[in-house]
């Protein structure tokens, strides 16, 4: 098991466990919805590179890289830290790993 695949599978559990955090604080269905469907697209992802298929890294790049922009947007909205904050900057870590991961197989 490599790197990307630790980050793609860590950032989706984040983004689950963020979107159930954002469903109990604010009662915000459209947390808990984005970040099922996201964390659990990008566990799907790991699960597929686990099983030696490419596009699983595309498909967590992608969603990791939608993810990012998205908390970017939120933090330079919101100003606060939590939760945009913390995740874009581990967001970015993982499109870090995860590129690396992409360039290291070509």
């Keep these: ?5 630790i980050a793609a599978f860590a950032y ?3 983004a689950i466990v ?3 955090i954002g469903y109990i604080q604010a009662t915000s269905r459209v947390s808990l919805l984005s970040g099922s469907i ?3 697209l990008l566990i799907l ?3 597929f590179q686990l099983q030696g298929q490419s596009w699983g890294s595309i498909l967590a790049l992608l969603v990791t ?3 990012v922009v998205f908390f970017a947007f939120r933090l330079a909205k919101t100003r606060k830290f939590m939760p945009a ?3 874009t900057i581990l967001g970015m870590l993982a499109l870090v ?3 690396n991961q992409i360039v290291a197989l070509r």
């Excluded at 098991?1 to 695949?5: A, C, G, P, T």
């Design 1 to 5: 098991m490599n790197l990307s695949i």
């Design 12 to 14: 989706g559990i984040l």
């Design 18 to 20: 963020g979107g159930i």
């Design 38 to 40: 996201s964390g659990l």
């Design 45 to 47: 992802a790991a699960y």
């Design 65 to 67: 890289g939608v993810l």
């Design 85 to 87: 904050g913390l995740m």
């Design 97 to 99: 790993v995860m590129v």
